[in-house]
């Protein structure tokens, strides 16, 4: 059983379409973040939220951390072929000396 | 200007043999991590490093041996490969601390085939 568990585990969509993937947890964390990695490639990282309940965005990205720091999503709006690639949570624990990376959604937008 | 370096970036190498990976980031950052990618994607921290000390130790076999010369750098040396080993390695940096803290930078990784 992973810390973090990310759904779906695979997406395929046609261009121009929402989707959003979940991060979720039993375990509070003190903050969280979101990474794309695409394939040959180290994942780079989008976006950090530390608030509950916090929302940021990034051009079409919308993120959310979850009122009680447990979970998170991410929402794409008209997806873009260069959407396409694997999107990682990771949390920093509650005590701030553990880190750990979700099990990954691996997206796949279609032109 | 490449923030997170690493070499090589492929290697294949046969079962026994002894192989290192070498990494360096010139971001300032204080800890650096390597990771594990298996062939379902999943991130796997092994090492963390901060000011060259060792930090983090996951449960890693002991064929595997981390070296920080300096705090800009940290080398993988692995004894005695064997099939198992073969995934991608990614080394991380980042800032110990404060809001960023763990907000990682990757290098390219390195994929290590075991024959």
């Known amino acids: 059983t992973q810390l973090l568990e990310q759904s779906p585990q695979f997406l395929s969509i046609q261009e121009g379409e929402n989707l959003t993937v979940y991060c979720n947890s039993s375990?509070?964390?003190?903050?969280l973040q979101w990474y794309r990695q695409e394939p040959g490639e180290g994942p780079v990282l989008l976006v950090t939220v530390v608030t509950g309940g916090e929302v940021k965005k990034l051009k079409r990205l919308t993120f959310q951390f979850g009122d009680a720091r447990k979970d998170s999503s991410l929402h794409i709006t008209a997806a873009q072929p260069g959407d396409t690639g694997l999107y990682l949570c990771a949390g920093v624990s509650a005590t701030g000396n553990q880190f750990y990376f979700g099990t990954g959604t691996s997206l796949t937008v279609i032109p | 200007d490449t923030a997170v370096s690493q070499t090589p970036k492929y290697l294949v190498t046969q079962m026994g043999n002894d192989k290192s990976i070498k990494c360096e980031q010139n971001l300032g950052h204080d800890t650096m991590y390597w990771y594990k990618q298996d062939s379902k994607k999943f991130l796997k921290i092994m090492f963390s490093y901060n000011n060259k000390e060792l930090i983090i130790n996951e449960t890693v076999p002991n064929r595997f041996s981390p070296k920080s010369p300096d705090k800009a750098h940290l080398n993988l040396h692995i004894n005695s490969l064997e099939l198992g080993d073969s995934a991608v390695y990614f080394c991380a940096s980042s800032l110990t601390g404060g809001r960023d803290f763990h907000e990682q930078y990757f290098g390219p990784g390195t994929r290590l085939t075991v024959t």
């Open positions: 375990s509070v964390f003190s903050s």
